[in-house]
């Protein structure tokens, strides 16, 4: 089975590829806009592109394609994947309804079977925090009591490469969480915890913690911090997802932040 992995260097695809090459798949073609800086294992075939740019090249034999996000063209690379005879497409996508819906929307008029992954935000978002970590012990942002159940990008991976190599996916839509749903305030608490450090959370207004972000997130800052002011009354909740697919517990965030400590300090 030929496996396509799109946006095989970015923060998802590169763990995908690495969990199936773990999983045993011995037919991987990793897509990157930069072959020769990629450092892609070995035995891997890598091309040059970018699922961006659809091209029948890099999508000639593919039996399941690994698609990432990039809502400006997933119509055309999903027209394009349906013309090259590819067999099945799973999208990393969000909740339904949201920003995100559109990958879904446009993987399903394809009419190529496909598997659609729902994760909610990344622990890993907790990086826009670091630069306060390093430099004190006080986290200035807004909507401490916010409470959602991020999730691990491994377990995304993990649970991509498990889908990609399944049985019983097709048409199937996966909600990705993490164990447990905590409040911001929570998760700055795990990280000082990781650090050895008590970290405070101090609560900014939404505009105040628009313009802190907007240097970092430019117009999706205004977005992020909606999406937050709305789990205050409406927090997210842990679905048992991963587990259930993997048959073992999704990371946890104190494990999350004892693992990428290193980028706090």
């Known amino acids: 089975m030929k496996i396509l992995v799109t946006g095989a260097t970015g923060n998802v695809g590169r763990m995908v590829v690495d969990e199936l090459l773990a999983r045993g798949a011995d037919d991987v073609r990793a897509l990157t806009v930069d072959p020769a800086r990629a450092a892609l294992p070995e035995g891997v075939e890598v091309v040059r592109g970018f699922v961006g740019r659809p091209s029948l090249d890099w999508l000639h034999g593919v039996d399941v394609m690994y698609l990432a996000p990039h809502i400006p063209t997933v119509a055309e690379t999903c027209r394009a994947a349906a013309r090259a005879g590819v067999g099945r497409i799973v999208d990393l996508a969000g909740a339904k309804g949201d920003h995100w819906q559109a990958i879904e929307d446009g993987v399903e008029a394809s009419g190529v079977p496909y598997t659609h992954l729902e994760p909610g935000e990344f ?46 996916h097709e048409g199937r839509s996966y909600e990705l969480t993490g164990p447990e749903s905590l409040t911001r305030r929570q998760k700055v608490e795990a990280i000082g915890r990781a650090l050895g450090r008590e970290l405070r959370y101090i609560e900014l207004t939404h505009d105040d913690a628009v ?55």
Request: hydrophobic share 45%; glycine share 6%; net charge negative.
């Open 123 to 168: 622990m890993a978002n907790a990086t826009i925090w670091a630069d306060q970590i390093r430099a004190g012990d006080e986290i200035r942002d807004a909507y401490a009591d916010s409470a959602n159940a991020a999730i691990a990008q491994e377990d995304i991976a993990a649970v991509a490469a498990h889908v990609i190599l399944g049985d019983g």
């Open 211 to 265: 313009r802190q972000l907007q240097p970092a997130m430019g117009e999706y800052a205004e977005w992020y911090l909606q999406g937050a002011a709305a789990l205050l009354q409406h927090p997210q909740a842990a679905t048992p997802t991963v587990a259930e697919l993997l048959g073992r517990p999704a990371k946890t965030y104190e494990q999350w932040a004892r693992d990428h400590a290193d980028q706090f300090r």
